[in-house]
């Protein structure tokens, strides 16, 4: 079992930026990649960004390149996501994720508002 526990949400204005950070523990050396979905009211969840824990390459989706740095301390068993130049439409609950081969774990997100 793995279990993440995210932090680092918050309010922002717009333009502004925030850190979110995940940690992992329990069964971590199982994992080989960890990433970033966010789940907007009345929307599906999406993918935001993912970074493989070995060799480092990271994934994102279009409406995140450039403004958006997933990075990661595999001694910390951490995941970070810089995101730079906010939006109000970027404004969801992000959640943390994590896979190792045959199961996918969630964190419990936290709270990203970004004001106009």
């Known amino acids: 079992q793995v279990q993440l526990v995210e932090s680092g949400g918050g309010l922002v204005q717009a333009g502004g930026s925030l850190r979110l950070s995940c940690a992992a523990s329990?069964?971590?050396?199982?994992?080989?990649?960890m990433g970033w979905y966010r789940q907007a009211p009345g929307k599906e969840r999406e993918f935001v960004a993912t970074?493989?824990?070995?060799?480092?390459?990271?994934y994102y989706a279009d409406f995140v390149k450039g403004r958006f740095t997933i990075s990661s301390d595999n001694a910390k068993n951490t995941v970070y996501l810089q995101m730079n130049s906010l939006k109000p439409e970027d404004t969801a609950t992000y959640y943390c994720?994590?896979?190792?081969?045959?199961?996918?774990?969630w964190g419990q997100g936290t709270q990203v508002t970004v004001s106009s």
């Open positions: 994720n994590a896979n190792e081969y045959g199961a996918t774990y």
């Open positions: 329990g069964r971590t050396f199982s994992i080989y990649k």
């Open positions: 970074i493989n824990r070995s060799g480092g390459s990271t």
